[in-house]
Nanobody
Framework: DVQLVESGGGSVQAGESLRLSCVASGFAGSNFYMAWFRQAPGKEREGVAAIDNAGSATYTYGVQGRFTISKDSAKNTLYLQMNNLKPEDTAMYSC??????????????????WGQGTQVTVS
């Protein structure tokens, strides 16, 4: 089965850090365009960060300088290091993958594989 499984979420205080992991199985994540999305209650899902198969990363404006997306091809795992967390970062975070780089990376409709999500709460 092709799947993504996230972990690493939790409840933290503002200013603290978390690292999210997303393990891919059934396909080689390194060959795919992968991204992290988040959705807060009552809000639309938004793109957080994305990375292509060459390791080039892009971020939404509000997390630049605080979040870092990376991947470990040997472990088939995608990461999101989140530093200096703020209450507005509170959301369900999900990883996603697609075989072709989207025209607009933040368009969640272009991603074909999704994880179940991991909750991040910042107070």
């Amino acid at each position: 089965d092709v799947q993504l499984v996230e972990s690493g979420g939790g409840s933290v205080q503002a200013g603290e850090s978390l690292r999210l992991s997303c393990v891919a199985s059934g396909f080689a994540g390194s060959n795919f365009y992968m991204a992290w999305f988040r959705q807060a209650p009552g809000k639309e899902r938004e793109g957080v960060a994305a990375i292509d198969n060459a390791g080039s990363a892009t971020y939404t404006y509000g997390v630049q300088g605080r979040f870092t997306i990376s991947k470990d091809s040997a472990k088939n795992t995608l990461y999101l290091q989140m530093n200096n967390l703020k209450p507005e970062d509170t959301a369900m975070y999900s990883c996603a993958a697609t075989g072709v780089r989207p025209f607009w990376w933040e368009n969640c409709n272009d991603y074909i594989v999704w994880g179940q999500g991991t909750q991040v709460t910042v107070s």
